[in-house]
């Protein structure tokens, strides 16, 4: 009875957003779309869904890529066939979620994600209105009103090569807007994540935010702390890896959406103009992925914490503490404040390790030490990394260089390069330290002065 009247009264307020409830036909010659241009995969699976007698549509960020001249980075799929429906017509499918379920269909490398259309009005809530669990089915109408942005409602039917648009999407695309379906305060609290998808999607797309989702983001900024870390993680690391970081971090600043949320960003956005690393970091990885490059988040997050990492460690040394086992401590200490909000997988934790462990072994330049550190199986990484470091003046640039010359020179050539390291590279306290405790030399060779502006 209860669910009957909200669905009329649902069904009133989302009639209003799309006025006639009826959803615009954008025909292929108005928009341009040809199904050449999306996953041949996608329309596989769509049709496949069609010809057993389901609604089936690419929807979201292929089709709003598209739109505006991006390669999408993949195909979801909208259908009226339920998880276990899609299931059945799919041989290499599994679904995924419970509180969410949708279907993983999987071709060779390609993974299509098809989500049943859901209806928003009876999805279960916590306290703060955030929603749990959402797999009450319902009408395409209900699907297009319970996505979060105009321009992330749009259907696209690759047989017909027809666009059903709900909401407006293809004209706030092109008058770029990012523009909320619905109440922008509700959508929020439903699920907080919305204000991170914005300012990623408008940071990505070249949006504006519209005022009206724009405005209460400052305030509600604080119910991102209800929001699982493991979803945060995977958000954040989006937005970190979209190829378009330093704009978002720039627009979560201007948005307030950094102080207390997440440490990592306070970490990043408190940096003074003058810590070049960090955002050289950012710089470095935009570049990359933008290049088609491939960028692991380990290495990421380990070059947005170093400066953390460097002032905690040399805080540690300064209290007498022995130079390794205090990078150890400093390691530990970084990671466990980020892991408090952020879910940073056990695997990356471990990359992220490696790394900076690996870092005071670059200036320890005699003896078989070298011989050993470029058959590291992270030496790669771990030289990147510390170019990094020279490029933001944390260190001489002549390092990175000379390990370069030593990693790609014959046996002859590396005992040459041995005896020509600068006498000052190898201060007296390194070799003291060595003496006494010959065991954990590898790691303990770091001149207190050598690390980035910190
Ligand atoms: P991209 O793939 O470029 O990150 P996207 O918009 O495709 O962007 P996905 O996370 O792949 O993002 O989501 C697919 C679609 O699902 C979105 O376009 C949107 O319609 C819907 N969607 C995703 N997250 C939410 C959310 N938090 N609230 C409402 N709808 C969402
Ligand atoms: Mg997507």
Redesign the pocket.
């Known amino acids: 009875m209860i669910r009957k009247l909200l669905r009329k009264v649902f069904n009133r307020r989302a009639a209003k957003t799309t006025t006639t409830g009826e959803p615009a036909r954008i025909p292929v010659s108005q928009h341009g779309i040809h199904r050449s241009r999306v996953s041949s995969f996608a329309v596989k699976v769509c049709k496949t869904l069609q010809e057993h007698g389901y609604q089936a549509y690419i929807?979201?960020?292929a089709i709003r890529?598209l739109l505006i001249g991006h390669v999408p980075?993949?195909h979801?799929v909208a259908t009226s066939a339920t998880p276990e429906e899609v299931r059945a017509l799919f041989r290499r499918s599994r679904i995924i979620g419970r509180r969410f379920k949708i279907v993983h269909v999987m071709s060779g490398p390609e993974t299509i994600e098809v989500s049943t259309f859901r209806a928003n009005q009876s999805a279960e809530t916590d306290r703060h209105g955030r929603v749990l669990a959402d797999n009450t089915y319902g009408t395409q109408a209900e699907d297009a009103v319970?996505?979060?942005f105009t321009v992330?409602?749009l259907y696209y039917d690759p047989v017909s090569e027809t666009i059903l648009d709900y909401h407006h999407g293809v004209a706030d695309l092109q008058q770029k807007t990012l523009r909320m379906i619905g109440e922008p305060r509700a959508r929020y609290r439903e699920?907080p994540?919305?204000m991170l998808?914005a300012v990623r999607l408008a940071a990505k797309l070249g949006l504006i935010i519209d005022p009206a989702a724009r405005e209460p983001i400052r305030e509600m900024a604080s119910l991102l702390e209800n929001v699982p870390a493991a979803r945060l993680f995977d958000e954040i690391l989006?937005l970190l890896m979209s190829g378009n970081a330093v704009r978002c971090i720039e627009q979560l600043r201007a948005e307030g959406l950094h102080h207390g949320l997440l440490p990592l960003l306070d970490v990043i956005l408190d940096q003074p103009v003058g810590e070049r690393f960090v955002w050289l970091a950012l710089e470095n990885t935009d570049e990359r992925v933008r290049a088609d490059k491939s960028v692991s988040p380990g290495f990421l997050f380990a070059a947005l914490l170093w400066p953390e990492v460097t002032r905690n460690w040399k805080e540690r040394q300064a209290a007498g503490e022995l130079s390794q086992p205090a990078l150890f401590a400093a390691m530990d200490d970084v990671l466990d404040t980020q892991a408090e909000q952020l879910a940073i997988t056990r695997r990356i934790a471990g990359d992220i390790k490696d790394l900076w462990a690996l870092q005071p072994r670059f200036d320890k330049r005699s003896g078989r030490a070298p011989f050993r550190l470029i058959e590291h199986p992270r030496f790669r990484a771990g030289w990147d990394f510390l170019h990094l470091r020279a490029a933001a003046g944390g260190i001489p640039q002549e390092l990175p260089d000379w390990w370069d010359r030593f990693a790609h020179a014959g046996h002859d050539e590396r005992e040459e390069l041995l005896r020509a390291v600068p006498q000052d590279a190898a201060p007296a306290r390194k070799r003291r330290r060595r003496r006494r405790k010959p065991a954990s030399a590898e790691g303990a060779a770091l001149p207190p002065d050598a690390e980035p502006a910190a």
């Open positions: 929807v979201g960020g890529d980075k993949d979801d319970r996505r979060d992330n409602a699920d994540v919305r998808r989006k």
